[in-house]
């Protein structure tokens, strides 16, 4: 699996509508009934290695019709869950001890003290038990200190946030090495994320390294948020780091309440979502003042590019943001997981994910595409009737005896009869959505983070950035509109080289869609059914899959 995901391609899911034309529900229906290869993977309670599928272990036997020998090749990815493999007479049966491992170890070779970092910096991240970089810190850090502007891609989870945060925390602020930086009085780095959770995420991160003592040092500009106190908090403190929501970014700028002329940093986290439609014109203004002071550059001549370095982050990247950041940039890097490449060696053909069809695409190829998703990750879905899904949910939830489950919907105003309906059959859960107020939204989070809610049914909100941990499983209950939002929503789960499980619960008719996503993502997607309290797995028809 791990071989096989590290070579897996990723290609956007381009226009199903040329596919809605064939029928087909019918081609999916007989598949479905088709003989099958099933799956059975009983009540995990050891971890997943070599020796943990012992195959000369006894099997479990699931009754005459079913398997009698160890044989299968499916196997659980949940701590406690229970997952069946049946293939005719023959099962296999992996235990796993503890949920949530770390199974994929994503961490470098090197260790924090080699990439460069000030003392005061090094030992902030022992405090907070920062231990070793990820891949793509150790490749992102040198390459962003030695003042490229980069282009971050690596797969959800895998460390992104601290790949940008500690360069610039070792140029500007109390933690820097150059000590001249934190007696300056300007804003020096802008973050920029596209939701209010993701922005006050990244607050919370840089406040743990920054210490109780300097937090003041940045200041969240976050949408939904009290404006005025944002902006006395902008005047009071100082901050040397700015992080917030567009829309309320450009809206303190318009109001000439935010200066950023001297700004040295500008990140765009979750780039390809900023350089959307919906953020396009705050966007702008930022690209437009961040970092540019007035006036001339230093041979006389009107200075068109900003004094800053430009840092896009996503483990999605479309070839668009690669063009913009060559445009924009200086001597621009593409990281990805532990490569550095300069940016203008990268080709459309490059294995950088496709938000557009290219012309590749329109000629019916397979654009290659890189690794969005952590290898560990198990991708299932199964097919439910509409006005059966919560039930489906349920069924899902115990059979694998998922602890932190997200459930993702489209449409807020359906979530709250989902939760209303797990709350009757006593599985806790919440509903997060943008029309929740601030308040009512961090109370949620924080009941989730804290295992006090098992289900969040959420909509795409919190599809990207959000990091809980303890995150084990993820039910798509409603289709994502494509691969690329399907890759953010499956990310929320599997963090850091963790286990964890995605769901797709879709109606028979919907299949092909499910099946266009497993070939643009490039990974298996095996079809699952819950047969008394199990997840049962059947082999897929390759014929249609392939
Ligand atoms: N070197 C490290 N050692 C231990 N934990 C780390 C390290 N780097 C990051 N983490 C933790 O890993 C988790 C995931 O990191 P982060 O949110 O930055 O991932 P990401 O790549 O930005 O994901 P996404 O693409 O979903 O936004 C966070 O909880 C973070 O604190």
Redesign the pocket.
Known sequence: MAASASTRFLVLLKDFSAFRKISWSSVATNYHRQSRFLCHVAKEDGSLTLASLDLGKKPRKFGKSKATKLEGSYVTEMGQGKVRAVKNDKMKVAREKKPAEIVSPL?SAKSFEELGLPDSLLDSLEREG?????DV?SAAVPAIIKGHDAVIQ?Y???????AYLLPILSEIGPLSSHSESEKRTEIQAMIVAPSRELGMQIVR?VEKLLGPVHRRMVQQLVGGANRMRQEEALKKNKPAIVVGTPGRIAEISKGGKLHTHGCRFLVLDEVDELLSFNFREDIHRILEHVGKRSGAGPKGEVDERANRQTVLVS?TVPFSVIRAAKSWSHEPVLVQANKVTPLDTVQPSAPVISLTPTTAEANGQIQTTIQSLPPALKHYYCISKHQHKVDTLRRCVHALDAQSVIAFMNHSRQLKDVVYKLEARGMNSAEMHGDLGKLERSTVLKKFKKGEIKVLVTNELSA??L?V?ECDLVVNLELPTDAVHYAHRA?RTG??GRKGTVVTVCEESQVFIVKKMEKQLGLPFLYCEFVDGELVVTEEDKAIIR
């Not at 959800?156 to 601290?162: A, D, E, I, N």
């Open positions: 961490f920062f231990s070793v970089p990820t810190q690596s959800t989870g895998s460390g992104k946030t601290l991160e483990a990207r950035g990091d941990a990310g963090r850091l």
